[in-house]
């Protein structure tokens, strides 16, 4: 049995099938898609074009090694594109698909043995021989030696401050992507977050109800900086910071050694310094306690993730000219409360003066991000993976525990085998994970390991048979 399963119909979920095709043929590769179109997730699954990339052209890509990269692809739909430009994310998923499909290809002319299934992978068992069996939809199974899980965005859990009478009447809406379900123009639209996610709920917002007061709320009232137009010359003294980062102590002295390098050298961009922080972004969290981590998360999440994840310029100005129409307002509050049916009820408490105010909104809709918090959660498998223990939920709800190459802990905190993630499910071990960039490298250095796993079973099993 030297079969493998990749569950999850996503970017990471296509990266990893993908880089499975082009390598392994001890056996079957199992792609298990759920119901969406595969490859675009809710990421890249966007059909409006507002919504930009805040990678550019030049860094976004699916595969290690391809033979067709995205300004390619792009430029055949949108004219020249450059390697500097922030194109719309739907595009990315069509290129997603394309580069998929032409491993699919390949791997049929090889002679490769895969098979992508459309329903959802509701259970994933060990077996007593070895493996896992998996199963899909309503009733069937799958026999596998190796599991790679690329979930991805679990689907948003209400705040604990909303009612639930504002759950069921309708105008507290929990998927940002789906403003179609509210045909009925709203006078006033309360965003509940100012990360990315909310950056383009509010530009879809502006051009379905051109005549909508926005409002966005979030606890310091702080929109994602913007990337610069162009790509910043690098710092120049970027690998003695990284040093110097890899050798601090938690995350107030890290704040402090960047701080000093911003000084020493007040020509260089700050955006500099943070960019060259990637290649060490894991090992920097990953050299940090749990007292640590949770001091981070509670003192500086917030700015990090502002200048760490910018826009686009194109959509940093589209949301500078909404306050300066008076369209929209930014809000630094923290959400007490959300009743009534419609219109709501939010209660509000302001983080400057601590002043309490109620306002009312005709749609509120949660545009808070990226949800990690498995043990709190209702996807079906992974409550069945941590009911089971085959999985154990990061402490700090930032995923799943796993080693540094994905390999799941089980209950025991033994590493788990055959048993891998990929993606936002490693954010409590990898910290940053979520980007093509980090995928792509993930999905690369997964497959090999998987595919030497693979060929060693396959080689042990024609051993057995022979004997």
Known sequence: ???????????????????????????????????????????????????????????????????????????RQLGQVKGTDFLPRRLFGDFIQAQVG??????????????????????????AEGGYAVRVGADRWLDVSQVVLAIGALAQRPLRTVSTTALAGGAYELDPWRLDRHPKPPRRVVVIGTGLTAVDTLLSAAVRWPHAELLAVSRHGLWPFTHSALPLA??????????????????AQMLRQVRRAMADSPETDWR????????????LWQGMGH??????????????????????????????????????????????????????????????????????ADLVIQATGLDTAVAYGAHELLAQLLRDGLAVADPLQ?????????????????????????????????????AMPEIRAA?????????????????????SEGS
């Open 1 to 75: 049995m030297t079969d493998i399963a990749v569950i999850g119909g996503g970017a990471a979920g296509a990266a990893a099938f993908g880089e499975l095709l082009a390598q392994y043929d001890a056996g079957t590769i199992h792609w298990i898609v759920g119901q969406q179109a595969p490859g675009r997730g809710v990421a890249y699954a966007t059909g409006d074009d507002r919504h930009l990339l805040n990678v550019r052209a030049s860094g976004m890509g699916v595969f290690h090694e391809h033979a067709e990269d995205f300004i390619q692809h792009a430029s």
């Open 398 to 434: 930032l995923g799943i525990s796993a080693q540094a190459n994905g390999q799941l802990l089980d209950a025991r905190g033994t590493p788990r085998p055959g048993l891998y993630a990929i993606g936002s499910l490693l954010r409590g071990n990898l910290w940053e994970c979520t």
């Open 291 to 360: 007292a640590r981590r949770r001091q981070f998360l509670r003192h500086a999440r917030w700015i990090w993730e502002a200048a760490r994840h910018r826009m686009a310029p194109a959509s940093g100005e589209a949301i500078h000219q909404l306050q300066e129409e008076g369209r929209l307002q930014v809000l630094a509050s923290r959400v007490l409360d959300v009743d009534g049916a419609s219109p709501l009820q939010l209660t509000l408490r302001e983080r400057a003066t601590q002043l309490v105010t109620t306002i009312e």
């Open 234 to 251: 690098p710092y120049a003294r970027q690998e003695e910071l990284n040093q110097a980062l890899l050798g601090s102590c938690g995350p």
């Open 443 to 463: 999905a690369h250095r997964l497959a090999v390991q998987l595919v030497a796993t693979g060929r060693a079973g396959a080689s042990h099993e024609s051993a």
């Open 102 to 127: 032409a491993r699919i290809d390949a791997a049929r002319r090889a002679g490769r043995s895969f098979r992508i299934h459309p329903g959802s992978a509701r259970e994933v068992m060990a077996r």
């Open 272 to 283: 500099s310094l943070v960019d060259g922080m990637r290649p060490i972004n894991a090992l």
